[in-house]
Every structure is written in C-alpha cells, then in structure tokens.
C-alpha cells in the first residue's frame, strides 16, 4: 500500500482513520508554526516537508487550488530558508496599508480567486490522466490560495493587514476540511485561527507602541 495514500491508515480516532500522511502533514504544520513563532530557522526545513505532504494530500480529496499552493509555499520556505541564514536580526517596522491598497487587494484576491477557480474546473479536461474527479468547491479552494500567497507576502513585510488575510483564510479552510472530513486538518486551522488572531493582537499591541514612542520622542 502506498505510504501517502490516504488509504494507508495508522490508527483511528472516534472511527476517524487517520492516514499517516495526514498526521505527517499535521505534526509538520504545528511544529512549523510554533518555530515561526519563536523565530527560529528550523520552521523553514519543516515547512518544505509540510507542503510536500499537502501537495499529496490535497490532490488526494480534490482541492486541487490548495494542492497547487503547496508548490508556493515549497519554493517560499526555500528562500526563507536562505534569507534567514543572510539576516542580522533587524526587524523592519510594523506597516498598515491605506483604504485605498486595501479596497484594491480585496479586489484583486475576489478576481484572482475566480479565475482560478476556473482554471482548477478545467484540469479534469486538461489532464485527466492526472485530475480524474472534478475539484471540490472550486472557488472557495482558490480564494484560500490567493490570498495564502498575498498574505504570505505581506506578513513577510511586516504589514498589519496579514493576520486579517490570514483569520479569513483559517475560517473558510476550517468549513472546507470539515466538509471534506480531513478531520486533522480541520483542528490544525482552528489551531492556526487562534495563533492569527494572537499575532494580529500582538502586531497592534507592538505597532501602537513604536507609534507613542515615536510621538514623544518628536515632542
């Protein structure tokens, strides 16, 4: 049986079959996270093997969008990984963007998303030697991707707005692993719901902060 099918089962939980890839890809993901947290460089080698272990799983349950996103994160957590190693230390400041970048990400993550959707609609046709069964919401799967990317850029950045792309991210993927019954999954977003939620608090805690410094020091 092959080791990242879904199929090969470790254990069960509740009559839950849990896969050994999904667990992989679970305990990969948290301990990504945490390390991230913690600014530590090993986040970035655990996260090349996290996304290899979704690109398997996601195109096993058909959200072909979230299979297609792990190649980014993929070559992200490479350069990641050498940008790290080249930093000194110095974070740059915490940045908000005004109304108007805003209302033009919205837009450009609600277009992207659609156009992706329609793109992942037609790999079944394109290579159905590859993409037997057609995707599983289409273009809810792509909204969780583009704006995983855009949110990903932007974090990297340091602009407050992040965490906001990422607490929507979290809730549509927490309603979309639950209808797919990739029930590991599920919990880890409400996990990472939970860590954005903290990092947005502590961005505008620390945002807030250089800002009434900054006004005394002027003063």
């Not at 009559?15 to 999904?22: K, R, V």
């Not at 915490?94 to 209302?103: A, E, F, M, N, P």
């Not at 979309?176 to 029930?183: N, V």
Request: hydrophobic residues 50%; contains cysteine; charged residues 15%.
């Amino acid at each position: 049986m092959d080791l990242l099918s879904l199929n090969y089962v470790l254990f069960s939980v509740l009559d839950y079959p849990i896969s050994l890839l999904e667990c992989l890809g679970i305990v990969s993901g948290i301990f990504c996270v945490y390390y991230a947290s913690v600014d530590r460089i090993i986040t970035w080698p655990i996260g090349i093997f996290n996304s290899i272990c979704f690109f398997f799983l996601f195109y096993q349950v058909h959200l072909y969008s979230d299979m297609l996103l792990q190649i980014y994160f993929f070559a992200s957590s490479i350069y990641g990984w050498i940008y790290w190693k080249k930093r000194k230390g110095v974070k740059p400041p915490i940045t908000d963007l005004s109304w108007k970048v805003r209302s033009y990400l919205i837009l450009s993550i609600l277009a992207f998303s659609f156009l992706l959707g329609e793109l992942t609609k037609k790999l079944p046709i394109f290579l159905p030697a590859y993409f037997t069964e057609p995707p599983s919401f289409p273009y809810w799967d792509a909204f969780t991707t583009v704006a995983s990317v855009i949110a990903n850029f932007l974090l990297a950045r340091r602009v407050a707005e992040s965490w906001y792309i990422w607490i929507s991210v979290d809730v549509v993927c927490i309603v979309l692993y639950y209808l797919k019954d990739i029930r590991l999954v599920t919990i880890e977003y409400f996990v990472f719901l939970v860590i954005a939620v903290y990092g947005s608090y502590i961005w505008y805690k620390e945002s807030r902060t250089v800002a009434f410094t900054t006004s005394n020091n002027e003063a």
